[in-house]
């Protein structure tokens, strides 16, 4: 499960007794501490087979519910014991199933992966060792899973476990962690396109554009069209010195500009009329801007920017009514700018991932519940990470 644990699968194992209500489990957490230590690993592990079962059962608001509840009562923040008696629990549970099918892997990880997502927005007020339980409870599941099958599918599948909980790491502005676990996610699946664009996003953001473009054009490697990639590409090209850089973010603005690629192309003309500006280009920057009012002529903030550009050009007339018909004009819907959701990294690419997790996860819960009730394996084999 870590570097510092030895995964066994098979040998003789012990088949525990029927499990036990997570009202019990609530109670106990609730008890004084002498009391809290009558709550012994075998016990842990009913508890943790009971809330597999109710996964493994399709009770995808419950589990994760009971599984947190179980977790952050075993784990006592400044007790790191706590935290290593849960974990050879779980892993003994997760030893016996597996042994059985290697793919129980998925739904369990995934369990892990949504009680943490439940966790996170609750901040790591009293809860900073459960959240790291389950963060790294999910990682290595993910990782071992990899491990354990070899497979190509298995590759994908753990990186993109891995994208979607960093993702979740970028929400909550844990940028380094975040890019610990989109760098384990490229190297599971070196076509990971959401994992290349949101660490290149993260070294752009902390100003190292040469390791951003290195990503950036891996990730166009796999899909040159990319709208966002190749935005992202051209705007850190242009904080490179050289004409080379500039050329190259300017042809790549241009293509960008001429598509309907929502916010990408919208953003594209601004940086381009910038580009234009900053290289005492105003005429090309007026034509730039006069396509995108053609484009988008319900964005005010095009106009502002045509109306610095005609003020720099001496025309001040011009300037002065554009800015009066924005001032002037009816209140209007309009959409999120360019440069914010530039600024939110692939949002939207995490949510693919994560609705390709719950698809291979549900399509396992079958093979969790036949192994959850299957007779202990008389063998195994045994790897160790």
Do not use: C
């Not at 290593?84 to 629990?89: P, S």
């Not at 953003?267 to 910038?274: G, T, V």
């Not at 959409?335 to 949510?351: I, M």
């Amino acid at each position: 499960m870590s570097a510092r644990t030895e995964v066994k699968f098979g040998g003789p194992l012990l088949w525990l007794a029927a499990a036990v209500w997570l009202s019990g489990q609530l109670a106990w957490a609730q008890q004084p501490a002498k009391e809290r230590e009558s709550f012994s690993p075998e016990r842990i592990q009913e508890t943790y087979r009971k809330i597999l079962a109710d996964w493994s059962a399709g009770e995808v608001q419950k589990a994760p519910d009971e599984l947190i509840a179980l977790e952050t009562a075993v784990i006592q923040d400044g007790e790191p014991k706590t935290r290593k008696t849960l974990l050879q629990a779980e892993q003994e549970v997760i030893h016996q199933v597996g042994a059985a099918d290697i793919e129980v892997l998925v739904p369990i990880a995934m369990l892990h992966h949504e009680a943490y997502a439940r966790l996170l927005p609750q901040g790591a007020r009293g809860r900073a060792m459960a959240l790291s339980h389950a963060r790294s409870m999910a990682r290595d599941l993910a990782i071992l899973y990899r491990d354990q099958s070899g497979s190509e599918g298995a590759g994908l599948v753990s990186s993109r476990l891995l994208t979607s909980l960093g993702g979740m790491l970028l929400g909550a502005a844990q940028q380094l962690p975040a890019a610990e676990l989109f760098q384990q996610a490229i190297e599971l699946d070196g076509r990971n396109v959401t994992a290349l664009l949101a660490l290149a996003a993260i070294y752009e953001k902390n100003a190292q554009t040469e390791s951003a473009v290195k990503l950036l054009r891996r990730a166009l490697e796999v899909e040159p069209d990319h709208p966002e990639a190749r935005l992202r590409l051209a705007m850190n090209l242009k904080r490179q010195e050289g004409r080379e850089t500039e050329e190259e973010a300017r042809q790549i603005l241009v293509k960008l500009s001429a598509e309907d690629a929502f916010w990408p192309s919208a953003l594209a003309y601004q940086e381009l009329a910038q580009l234009y500006r900053d290289t005492n280009r105003s005429l090309e920057a007026e034509k730039v801007l006069r396509k995108a009012l053609q484009a988008y002529p319900d964005d005010p903030r095009f106009y502002i920017q045509l109306a610095a550009v005609l003020d720099r050009l001496g025309r001040t007339q011009e300037s002065s009514e554009l800015v009066e018909k924005v001032l002037s004009a009816p209140s209007k819907q309009v959409s999120a700018s360019g440069r914010y959701l530039y600024n939110q990294f692939p949002v939207d690419a995490f949510a693919e991932a994560r609705a390709f997790l719950d698809e291979n996860s549900r399509s396992r819960l079958p093979v969790l519940a036949q192994a959850l009730n299957a007779p202990p394996a008389a063998a195994g084999a045994e790897v160790s990470r």
